[in-house]
């Protein structure tokens, strides 16, 4: 059994990442390819648990204890959900992964980033590749306020935390360029799909 290809999407509120995932896991379901779609924090039983205290509640955590429960959701995720799946040799196409910790928690939070790359290396597993998609902020504020319904914990923090964010996504994207895809997702919705699956099959081959 090969086992499957791990993909995930990253980037701010608004970027498209959840759009972007059901075109992506239908194309490559229409290509032959089994694909699960999955996300973060959430994707098993016990992650989803541990979302509702991160995204919900007036909990104000440590910057360390935040990420320590990101994390905790992240391998409760991994062992139930992406693991078996890439086993079974399904692709696993996931909304954020461990560089919105990086980028949420360590640039927009100020948790220290090196203990956060610790980590990221005690985890086990990396995704094969990952799709960056970059919009500017009046770009992304005008589709959530658009798409309407009520803000979350992260969602609700000022716009100086999510410049601070976005800026850490293209760092990230341009330190790992053998990993990571830097996308310009302010086009429409084609556009941007049509980016990702030139980035998939450049990287995987067709
Ligand atoms: N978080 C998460 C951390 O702080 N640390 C972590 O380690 C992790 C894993 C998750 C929150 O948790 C934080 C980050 C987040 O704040 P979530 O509900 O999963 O919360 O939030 P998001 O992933 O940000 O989901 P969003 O729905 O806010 O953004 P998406 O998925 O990027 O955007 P999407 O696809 O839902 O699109 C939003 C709207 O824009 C439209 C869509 O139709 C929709 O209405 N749209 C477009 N419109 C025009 N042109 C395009 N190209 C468009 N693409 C989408």
């Given at each position: 059994m090969t086992?499957?290809r791990?993909i995930?999407?990253?980037?701010g509120e ?9 075109l992506?896991?239908d194309a490559l379901t ?5 694909a699960?779609r ?18 919900g509640?007036s ?9 320590l429960?990101?994390f905790a959701?992240r391998a409760?995720h ?6 078996p799946?890439?086993a079974?040799g ?9 560089d919105?910790t ?7 939070q100020?948790?220290d980033?090196?203990f956060i ?9 990396a995704?094969?590749l ?6 500017p ?5 005008e589709?959530?306020r658009?798409r ?8 609700r923090l000022d716009?100086?935390f ?16 053998d990993?990571?895809v830097?996308l310009?997702a302010?086009?429409?919705?084609q556009?941007?799909h049509?980016?990702?699956m030139t980035a ?5 081959g067709?």
């Amino acid at each position: 059994m090969t086992r499957g290809r791990f993909i995930t999407l990253e980037g701010g509120e608004g970027a498209g990442k959840t759009t972007q995932s059901v075109l992506l896991a239908d194309a490559l379901t229409a290509h032959g390819v089994g694909a699960l779609r999955t996300r973060e924090p959430g994707g098993s039983p016990g992650a989803e648990v541990l979302r509702g205290l991160l995204l919900g509640g007036s909990i104000d955590w440590s910057p360390r204890a935040e990420t320590l429960l990101h994390f905790a959701a992240r391998a409760e995720h991994v062992a139930e959900t992406v693991d078996p799946a890439l086993a079974a040799g399904t692709w696993v196409i996931c909304d954020r992964f461990f560089d919105s910790t990086l980028a949420y928690q360590g640039y927009g939070q100020g948790a220290d980033r090196s203990f956060i790359a610790s980590l990221i290396g005690l985890l086990g597993i990396a995704p094969d590749l990952t799709l960056v998609l970059d919009v500017p902020e009046s770009v992304a504020a005008e589709r959530m306020r658009k798409r309407g319904g009520d803000a979350d914990r992260y969602e609700r923090l000022d716009s100086a935390f999510h410049a601070r964010v976005r800026q850490g996504f293209r760092d990230i994207a341009l330190s790992e360029p053998d990993r990571c895809v830097l996308l310009d997702a302010s086009a429409d919705i084609q556009a941007v799909h049509t980016a990702i699956m030139t980035a998939v099959w450049t990287r995987f081959g067709q």
